[in-house]
């Protein structure tokens, strides 16, 4: 075996064990890649967590960092630019591509080639998504400057291969992921931006809420420092209001993001009507998920079909193998092999355990340390 051969392979090994590790989402991404780096060099990245029902991202992780730069692309090129879309990688099931090679060397096709990376210096882009079948748990990607050589075949090869793997941690950080146990009253906040993207006016709760996203710096109250969540909302909502694609038109402008606390938030954004003339203000809500959200989740990082999650919607209310047979027009029998496959997934025995594992673990903890395992 090569010197480079085993160095790869020992990069590989090191990165897959990080994948098993009980890391969180940041830890993960950064460690993953101070040792991808070690073969496959880059002069920087922009990695992401991801919301696997909406399909985008909720936690940026970007070095070197450039704020300006990264409000645009949140509010833009996540949902302008369709070379190389994440999404898109899934469904044609590439874990891994060039944007030299999907644009033909024509870089400039690419609206995040134009907008993002060109100013900033880099020229070669290889962008990975960390997917579990059809579920999208996260991504990268990582770039070169103008005068270094394109990636290679066998960077694609190796992050291909650890793709996986990464999406599995990935997973598991979702899965792990609980509110404090100490109970907190916060109720929703409000957040109401102007054209320009400043802060006019907030609710304590708001701030707060803010506060967990991120650090929030000296400049925030004129958009600086604000959490990536934030513009992902605005960019939601124009795209929502102004649809260029039939998936804009169906799109709901709300996103999905954890805090650096655990907890699981819904953003909301909506356009409040102007008044004499007034430019008209973005009005951001911050609350809470509910169990809906949470619950969807945890189903989807347990791998539940989505069969599977129908049965789990009407066990978790409390309906009999015979109402769940009759409302989903299966067999009883069929029901009872769900169910049993779910348990196996899930790792718990019957249907109290169920609901604790995906309801009271998620939202109560608390609760369910006090009921304990029966």
């Not at 939601?236 to 799109?251: G, I, K, M, V």
């Not at 609901?355 to 673990?361: G, Q, S, T």
Request: net charge neutral; aromatic share 8%; proline share 4%.
């Amino acid at each position: 075996m090569s010197t480079n051969a085993a160095l790869e392979e020992r990069v590989f090994t090191e990165v897959k064990r990080l994948c098993y590790a009980n890391l969180d989402t940041q830890t993960l991404h950064r460690r993953a890649l101070a040792y991808i780096g070690r073969v496959v060099p880059f002069d920087g990245f922009c990695a992401h967590d991801a919301d696997p029902a909406s399909g985008l991202g909720m936690r940026m992780y970007q070095d070197p960092p450039h704020e300006e730069n990264l409000r645009f692309f949140l509010e833009h090129v996540c949902f302008e630019d369709d070379v190389n879309d994440f999404n898109w990688m899934i469904r044609v099931r590439r874990s891994v591509v060039l944007l030299s090679e999907t644009t033909g060397g024509r870089l400039e096709h690419s609206l995040r080639y134009r907008a993002s990376l060109a100013p900033r210096g880099f020229h070669f882009d290889l962008r990975a998504v960390f997917a579990s079948g059809q579920e999208h748990w996260g991504g990268v990607s990582i770039f070169r400057e103008r005068g270094r050589h394109d990636f290679a075949e066998r960077d694609i090869a190796l992050v291909g291969r650890l793709a996986p793997h990464l999406a599995a941690g990935l997973k598991a950080a979702a899965l792990r992921a609980q509110v404090p146990l100490a109970p907190r009253c916060d109720g929703p906040g409000v957040l109401i931006l102007d054209e320009r993207g400043h802060v006019c006016q907030f609710t304590a709760s708001a701030e707060r809420w803010l506060r967990e996203l991120g650090d929030l710096g000296p400049g925030w109250r004129e958009g600086r420092g604000l959490p990536s969540a934030v513009w992902l909302a605005v960019g939601a909502l124009r795209h929502a209001l102004n649809p260029a694609t039939e998936r804009d038109s169906a799109s709901v402008p709300r996103i999905t993001t954890r805090t650096s606390g655990g907890r699981w938030l819904n953003l909301q954004a909506s356009l409040a009507e102007s008044r004499d003339g007034d430019t008209a203000t973005t009005v951001i809500v911050i609350e809470p998920a509910g169990p809906h959200e949470l619950t969807w989740m945890r189903t989807a990082a347990y791998g539940l079909s989505a069969r599977e999650r129908e049965v789990v919607d009407l066990a978790v209310r409390g309906a009999s193998t015979k109402h769940i047979a009759a409302t989903l027009h299966i067999a009883e029998y069929t029901v009872q092999d769900h169910l049993s496959h779910i348990f196996d997934k899930v790792g718990v025995r019957g249907r109290r355990a169920l609901v604790k594992r995906l309801y009271l673990d998620s939202l109560y903890p608390s609760l369910s340390v006090a009921s304990g395992d029966s």
